[in-house]
């Protein structure tokens, strides 16, 4: 292990176990260092990326011309539902967390996370759990239950109470992902509200903390919800109650209601940490101070406090009464107006700024603009009058992935490709860079906004055969699906090659941002306190 010396050696520094510290497996299933714990997070997240992946280009090889190919409906639905919940769960939120671990200690001048140990937990109840997910695929090979859960990740009832095995695999699944958020968002809160370097008040606190501060109480305030509904659905299938079965006095709506109280917040949870890394990269390339700190902040609160009362816009279809529809129609668009505060705040760093478009800076503006869709195209959904024209179509699809793969996964990109020379060492491979980025935006394009018109059209969601009129939107759609997928193997193949090697990355990594970084180095020079993070 003559490569992880100087890591053994900065461990040992800082936790004063010296020579006896494992090496090997053992050190990583033991460690409580942040950075370490950072790296398993995000490399975790990097192979459910491509397991989530490979899953829904199955999906899209269906879909590539009306009929049935390759798999039978069923196995369809199992891969769409088992696609969402591993990007969701098992990718976009340990890669935000990976961040968090990184980030976090090194903004604040912190020496570690609060509860390292809680740390470690929280990463190794991941494997189990995305275990837990895909293992019914591999136990149906071999004759063993009817496959992975089939009722999408939104598990509704009463479909979910009659589903397979799978539910319950899902159930225990969601139980452990569960437990690892809570633990995660406990040690954050703690990290940020007692670690900070004396000096850093609340108002100085870098805005990626914020984000992730904010991130954290919207995990422990939603977590329990999703909990205690797939805990009921577990008692509906099993133990003979009927919290959602109709037929004996309970309420399939019920069900919708709890999911999605856990549901529409968890969106905020994969946008709030990229929100708050956008600021930092935007400030670095515009050579600019961030535009608008505390309208920020402000508008972080705004959106968490506004993102768990506005549920039911996911079902005002169900038949809810008028009132509520209004209810939840205007406090949806509510969320437009601190959304529009950042994306103003964001175009206001950058302006009359000294630009420069390193791959992090592109990855950032090709965020602002796509999630800018997500945003406008949600607008248009929350509107009761145009859902009813829209609800469970193809229009929702593609609403969604430009929020989630154009905000959420390339923020992730984003971020990478920022903070990978403060990690590694190491510059990352321009070209290749900007080669990964434009082949995605084209091909995240080319995959999602046919898929608009789809739903416009009239194609409804999680369908494995459709009409000919829907086909040559679908062969696009698809073949756009293809390149995107396989361009992330460049991304792979960069973040491999920037941790093996490569030109060496100075103190201040990105030219020109003298005064503008947050970042303590870390672990912090002992008894140096006086040097506080430079914040303009
Ligand atoms: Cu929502």
Redesign the pocket.
């Given at each position: 292990m003559s490569n992880a010396s100087s890591l053994d050696q900065h461990a040992a520094d800082q936790h004063g176990y010296g020579a006896s510290h494992p090496s090997g497996i053992l050190r990583w299933l033991t460690t409580t260092n942040h950075k370490e714990i950072g790296s398993m997070y995000l490399i975790f997240a990097l192979i459910m990326f491509f397991v989530g992946g490979a899953m829904i280009l199955a999906v899209r090889a269906e879909l590539f011309q009306p009929g049935l190919q390759l798999m039978q409906p069923e196995f369809f639905n199992q891969l769409i539902g088992v696609h969402a919940l591993v990007m969701i769960f098992a990718a976009l939120m340990p890669a935000a967390t990976g961040f968090a671990n990184w980030q976090i200690p090194l903004m604040i001048g912190a020496p570690d996370m609060a509860l390292p140990r809680i740390n470690n937990w929280g990463f190794w109840l991941l494997p189990p759990a995305a275990t837990l997910l895909t293992l019914p695929f591999i136990l149906a090979l071999f004759g063993i239950g009817d496959g992975a859960v089939a009722t999408g990740w939104t598990l509704y009832a009463p479909l979910s109470v009659q589903g397979g095995m799978g539910v319950d695999f899902a159930i225990f699944a969601i139980h452990i992902l569960g437990i690892s958020s809570i633990l995660g968002s406990i040690n954050i809160i703690v990290t940020i509200f007692n670690l900070r370097a004396p000096g850093m008040t609340m108002m100085k606190l870098p805005l990626f903390c914020w984000g992730w501060l904010i991130t954290a109480f919207l995990l422990i305030a939603t977590i329990p919800v999703l909990a205690g509904a797939v805990t009921m659905l577990l008692t509906d299938r099993h133990f003979g109650t009927n919290f959602f079965n109709a037929a004996g006095g309970g309420d399939p709506i019920l069900f919708q209601h709890l999911f999605?109280f856990f549901?529409?917040p968890e969106?905020y949870i994969l946008l709030l940490p990229v929100w708050g890394l956008m600021p930092h990269v935007i400030s670095t390339f515009s050579r600019k101070a961030v535009y608008g700190y505390k309208a920020q902040v402000y508008a972080f609160i705004a959106i968490g406090v506004l993102g768990v009362i506005?549920?039911a816009?996911?079902f005002l279809t169900a038949g809810l009464p008028v009132p509520a529809l209004l209810y939840f129609m205007y406090s949806t668009m509510a969320i437009s107006l601190p959304l529009a505060v950042l994306f103003f705040c964001w175009i206001a760093t950058m302006w009359r700024g000294a630009m420069s478009f390193e791959t992090p800076m592109l990855f950032a503006l090709g965020f602002i603009v796509l999630f800018g869709m997500a945003g406008l195209t949600g607008l248009v959904l929350a509107d009761v009058a145009a859902d009813a024209q829209y609800h469970h179509s193809y229009f929702v699809v593609a609403h969604f992935h430009y929020a989630l793969f154009a905000g959420g996964i390339m923020g992730v990109m984003t971020g990478v490709y920022f903070w990978l020379p403060k990690w590694t060492g190491h510059m990352v491979d321009e070209k290749l860079g900007k080669l990964h980025f434009w082949l995605t935006v084209i091909s995240f394009n080319l995959t999602f906004m046919p898929q608009f018109f789809l739903g416009l059209a009239g194609m409804p969601r999680r369908i494995p055969d459709y009409a000919l009129q829907f086909a040559e939107f679908n062969a696009i759609s698809t073949v756009g699906a293809f390149i995107l997928g396989f361009s992330q193997l460049i991304f792979a193949y960069v973040v491999w090659k920037c941790i093996r090697g490569g030109e060496k990355a100075s103190d201040k990594v990105w030219e020109g941002t003298e005064g503008l970084e947050w970042d303590l180095p870390s672990p912090p020079p002992l008894h140096s306190w006086e040097i506080q993070p430079v914040i303009k």
């Open positions: 999605w549901g529409h969106v506005v549920w816009h996911h």
